[in-house]
């Protein structure tokens, strides 16, 4: 590797550190990429992050499970909701969905000294001990386990979807404050809200979020029959079952994961049974 070369990959390197961290203190990717294009440092970053702090959950850190998933879904526009990240700005560091969660519980002083410790940073300590926060251990995702959600959200198999989940599972999807905990809630949720009425209407296409894996979902519109973004899901599994699932709403995220708007070239019924191994994409505006 040249001088040149091996330059831009450290620079490269300290980018993706610098957005982790931002993103470890606050909880949004937006932000984090924001800050980090204009600090050199990672004392710096911290105090731009300490400045913007606030707290970014998820609607499982504001209250009980919903038990009506037939009823109306509450939801909060108000809310600056917890957002995930994407592989190619993530550094080695624990960035797993549910410790960034944990973290934005955090006064902010005690975040940055645990995210400092996380990242193991030789930096000034904060003003307070970080708090003993353990890194979630991920499983190694089954890729016959994803192959099977995938196509039971391509088919809109309510009991296949369903029996995908363990019987505690979690489903939630900022902006919606409703979430519901259990296989069973899960179907009737979706079997209720989803705008999906057949095969073909979903089609999802493999990503990775937070170290886990995770789906963009996109619908299939009925008046121009272009699949066009929905939302993405996040997914933590057990070796053969999900036991969490985050559908974020918000579909700006899709540019951040360098996600087009919609799909093309799919035909009105694009579930066939197999996986499709190549999808032509629309440009994005």
């Known amino acids: 590797m040249n001088g040149s070369g091996g330059t831009a990959y450290r620079a490269d390197e300290l980018q993706r550190g610098l957005v982790s961290h ?3 203190m606050l909880g949004s990717i937006t932000e ?3 800050i980090a294009a204009g600090v050199t440092g990672y004392e710096d970053a911290t105090r731009a992050c300490l400045e913007r702090a606030g707290t970014r959950p ?6 009980a499970p919903s038990a009506h998933p037939e009823g109306t879904l509450a939801e909060d526009h108000e809310i600056l909701w917890l957002e ?44 307070v001990a970080p708090a003993p926060i353990v890194p979630s251990a991920l ?3 089954d890729p016959a386990l994803l192959v099977r959600y995938r196509a039971a959200f391509e088919q809109y198999d309510v009991p296949a979807i369903a029996a995908l989940f363990t019987a505690d599972a979690i489903w939630e999807m900022p902006p919606f404050t409703s979430w519901f905990r259990g296989a069973r809630d ?6 209720t809200h989803c705008p999906a009425k057949a095969p073909g209407d979903q089609w999802l296409i493999p990503l990775e979020a937070n170290g886990h894996p995770a789906f963009a979902v996109y619908m299939r519109d009925p008046n121009d029959n272009i699949h066009r973004a929905f939302q993405l899901q996040v997914l933590t599994l057990t070796a053969t079952a999900v036991v969490h699932a985050v559908a974020f709403f918000d579909l700006t995220l899709f540019q951040t994961f360098a996600l087009p708007e919609a799909l093309a070239s799919l035909p009105p019924t694009p579930y066939d049974g197999t996986p499709k191994p190549h999808i032509e994409r629309l440009p994005k505006h």
């Open 84 to 127: 995930p990240i994407p592989t190619h700005l993530m550094d080695d560091h624990p960035l797993d969905l549910g410790l960034i969660a944990t973290l934005q519980r955090l006064p902010p002083l005690e975040r940055a000294a645990t995210v400092h410790l996380l990242e193991g940073l030789d930096l000034p300590r904060a003003e």
């Open 186 to 191: 899960i179907g009737r949720l979706i079997s």
């Open 58 to 63: 998820l609607p499982s850190s504001l209250g």
């Open 32 to 34: 984090a990429v924001e």
């Open 139 to 141: 499983v190694a995702p």
């Open 22 to 24: 931002c993103y470890r």
